[in-house]
């Protein structure tokens, strides 16, 4: 009983040495790994995190029972871990750079009104699409610039229109086969070819238009949005998640919130700059009078 109220003395007396920093540092760490895990799951990584992790849990028993041989070897294959998880992991962490890349983007043009009338024009050809099961791959960029995808395809920068759409997408088109590019609310590029994704959990009765929508949308912050040709039914892909069977309200709803939200927070941003420019200008006007009167 003294062991156990020994215990419990030394994990107060450790409690209570916890400061605001410890905190801090333990809830970023839970927040990295709980990200590394979703990331994981969400590719094909999972399998090799879950080898990583069998790897390191041999490396700590064979410390632990003294196997000396088996000990050395692994200890010498983890110097080269590093080197190895760079090179196992490279389209993750290229994934998440670009990301965290995308978060200190000097671009402002999502939710000007050009993208919202985008917006508009392509749910209205969606709807049609869906209507004649016309097969349509439509992708939006955001922060992550595309233009590798877009070299790939034909560059036509021209104004978003409902028709434009449709005729790019008419299957006798010669453009029609490739995704289209809307770039700052414009059609930057169409015919373009799109990364597949790799992922095994892509239900079987997808085809290579979903597999392209939802490859982007992995290797980049873009937003796809897919009209299936045997089916009609439109379908969004972000961030490696594919949304099925949505209706055209439902798109405009989520296009609408996926690419006019970075705008609002900027906005926000801003009005709390202007707020505390101001805050900070009042007060030294204030300074300076009450030193003036100092000085009297």
């Not at 156990?4 to 410890?22: C, K």
């Not at 790994?33 to 849990?57: D, E, H, P, Q, V």
């Not at 059609?187 to 997808?206: E, H, N, R, Y």
Request: charge should be negative.
């Amino acid at each position: 009983m003294s062991a156990f109220e020994n215990i419990i003395s030394r994990s107060l007396n450790y409690v209570q040495t916890i400061g605001i920093a410890d905190i801090v540092d333990i809830l970023i760490v839970a927040f990295l790994i709980y990200r590394l895990i979703l990331l994981t799951r969400k590719t094909n990584s999972y399998n090799l995190a879950k080898g990583l992790l069998l790897f390191l849990i041999a490396l700590w028993m064979a410390e632990i029972l003294e196997l000396n041989m088996i000990s050395f070897i692994l200890r010498k294959a983890t110097e080269l871990g590093v080197v190895v998880l760079v090179i196992l992991f490279q389209p993750e962490l290229r994934h998440i750079l670009e990301k965290i890349g995308s978060r200190f983007s000097s671009r402002s043009s999502l939710g000007d009104p050009e993208v919202t009338s985008a917006i508009t024009q392509t749910v209205m050809a969606c709807a049609d699409m869906a209507e004649t099961r016309t097969g349509a791959l439509i992708v939006f960029e955001r922060y992550v610039s595309l233009q590798s995808v877009i070299s790939t395809g034909t560059v036509i920068d021209s104004e978003v229109s409902s028709e434009l759409l449709k005729n790019i997408f008419y299957n006798k088109a010669p453009l029609h086969d490739g995704a289209v590019i809307i770039r700052d609310g414009r059609i930057a590029a169409a015919g373009c070819v799109l990364p597949l994704s790799s992922s095994t959990t892509i239900s079987k009765d997808l085809g290579m238009r979903h597999r392209a929508g939802i490859g982007i949308s992995e290797q980049s912050d873009a937003l796809a949005v897919i009209v299936s040709e045997e089916t009609g039914s439109i379908s969004c892909a972000v961030d490696g998640t594919l949304k099925r069977h949505l209706k055209p309200q439902v798109i405009d709803r989520l296009l609408r919130k996926e690419l006019t939200s970075d705008t609002m927070e900027q906005e926000e941003s801003n009005f709390f700059m202007k707020l505390a420019k101001k805050l900070f200008a009042n007060r030294t006007e204030e300074d300076i009078a009450d030193e003036k009167n100092n000085g009297q």
